[in-house]
């Protein structure tokens, strides 16, 4: 299995509700990432996970909480969300995140904010 | 100061010809890898190819290579054969360093457009 799996596919919450993002994979992976990737734009770090600890927060806002509840599991839950956080949400996990190692990309969450 | 730079935002070529999708970068780091990433419409990531700071020779993954130069700090893509199927956003990407679970960096990407 050489899949990230994202769900949903595609979102659309109001400014006042709280969703949450899964990212999952079963490739034995310890680093996972989250990205923000807005149109003909490249993706935005946002935060890094090795081995279930948060080891990179991109200075993103609070009301973008990750979780990342065991090894296979990656959670980015939404609160409070503005219009301009609409975006192509985007997992990764690769096996170290050393440098000589490629990230795997799941299809990612097209998010809408109204 | 900008990690990556891709310095083409969109690039034409003829179906069945070659194309070379430029990319430059900017590290103090001895220790680096440079990553391929082509992302169709439908938004997913693809990896391509790799090339590690220490490689001595380019890195080729079937029609892609990737022209390495250390000492200009470039790193371009080769597509050899272009096929319609192509037709997509092509992101150059650094990881700096040893430390475990660091970043990737993506440049600003480059569209192509493969023509029939």
């Known amino acids: 299995d050489t899949e990230v799996t994202q769900t949903p596919k595609h979102l659309v919450m109001g400014m006042t509700n709280k969703k949450s993002l899964k990212c999952e994979q079963h490739?034995?992976?310890?680093?996972m990432y989250w990205y923000k990737q807005k149109a003909k734009k490249p993706p935005e770090l946002m935060f890094v996970y090795s081995y279930e600890k948060l080891s990179i927060n991109e200075s993103v806002p609070s009301r973008f909480s990750p979780e990342c509840p065991n090894s296979s599991l990656l959670n980015l839950h939404l609160h409070a969300l503005q219009p301009e956080d609409s975006a192509l949400y985007l997992c990764a996990s690769s096996p170290s995140g050393l440098m000589n190692t490629e990230a795997f990309f799941g299809q990612g969450t097209r998010l809408t904010v109204v | 100061a900008q990690k990556i730079t891709q310095t083409q935002p969109g690039m034409f070529v003829q179906e069945k010809e070659a194309v070379t999708l430029d990319c430059t970068y900017d590290t103090s780091d001895p220790s680096y890898g440079l990553f391929w990433y082509k992302q169709p419409s439908s938004g997913e990531m693809i990896f391509l190819i790799y090339?590690?700071?220490?490689?001595?020779q380019n890195a080729t993954e079937g029609r892609y290579s990737l022209n390495f130069q250390k000492a200009r700090k470039s790193a371009n893509l080769v597509i050899s054969a272009s096929q319609l199927g192509d037709s997509a956003m092509y992101f150059c990407a650094m990881r700096e360093g040893m430390e475990y679970g660091n970043k990737l960096v993506f440049g600003a990407g480059t569209i192509l457009r493969v023509k029939s």
């Open positions: 090339q590690g700071s220490y490689d001595q």
């Open positions: 490739m034995g992976h310890r680093a």
